[in-house]
């Protein structure tokens, strides 16, 4: 299978523990996204990458979360001292985007995070 | 600022009737993205339409954008069960233009 995945599909912690996620997209694709999702909501922008650099990252999120992508291929996303908000579907994307748009946005299956 | 609105937040319909979702920003739009989600499923892109007031066909589904350029449409004929799902718009923007935004979403469910 070549599209995007991500590991683990399920995560279950108690708050206060550090977890983290891995995306690894379609190789060939350039960019890199994550999203946050809770129920009956539309993804939420939380970074992206364009290869290894972080090119934008939501002001929203907090300093306890931290993404990196250092090779340009695979990416993780870390989270720090979880909360119980932290509670969502962590959903990574990839694309072929270019300097003026974003492009066909190919997602993962998601990483399921509780935190109880 | 960003965001787009979609509207309505639900619709149910009988198979066989038309479903349409409209999606709106108040800032004029560089190009708008729609994706549709499964239950249980993650979003899939359906389209791109960049152009002022570009209509584009998938089979049963006819795609608009406005021609301000501010709002466009999803519209399904004679929906099927196979229709089910939320339907997502997302607008390019921010710092960057790699950055989308996705509106709320339509949830649609179809009765057979």
């Known amino acids: 299978d070549t599209g995007v995945s991500q590991d683990p599909r399920h995560k279950i912690t108690k708050r206060g523990q550090n977890v983290t996620f891995r995306c690894d997209p379609i190789s060939e694709h350039n960019r890199l996204y994550w999203y946050r999702q809770t129920l009956g909501q539309g993804p939420e922008f939380l970074t992206y990458f364009q290869n290894e650099a972080q090119l934008e990252k939501s002001r929203l999120l907090s300093d306890r979360f931290s993404a990196e992508r250092p090779k340009g291929s695979f990416s993780t996303l870390e989270i720090q001292r979880t909360e119980q908000g932290d509670s969502a579907m962590y959903l990574c994307?990839?694309?072929?985007?270019?300097?003026?748009?974003?492009?066909?946005?190919?997602f993962g299956e998601g990483s399921r995070l509780t935190v109880l | 600022g960003q965001q787009v609105m979609q509207i309505p937040q639900y619709q149910h319909v009988q198979e066989g009737e038309d479903f349409t979702t409209y999606c709106n920003s108040s800032?004029?739009?560089?190009?708008i993205q729609w994706y549709k989600q499964r239950p249980g499923g993650h979003p899939v892109f359906l389209i791109q339409?960049?152009?002022?007031?570009e209509v584009k066909k998938q089979k049963r589904l006819t795609f608009q954008f406005g021609e301000a350029k501010k709002n466009s449409s999803l519209h399904i004929t004679a929906t099927q069960t196979t229709d089910v799902g939320t339907y997502f718009c997302?607008?390019?923007?921010?710092?960057?233009?790699?950055?989308?935004?996705f509106g709320q979403g339509t949830i649609l469910t179809v009765h057979p």
């Open positions: 800032t004029t739009l560089s190009n």
């Open positions: 339409l960049v152009k002022s007031g």
């Open positions: 994307a990839s694309s072929l985007g270019s300097r003026v748009e974003a492009g066909e946005l190919f």
């Open positions: 997302a607008r390019a923007g921010g710092t960057s233009y790699g950055k989308l935004t």
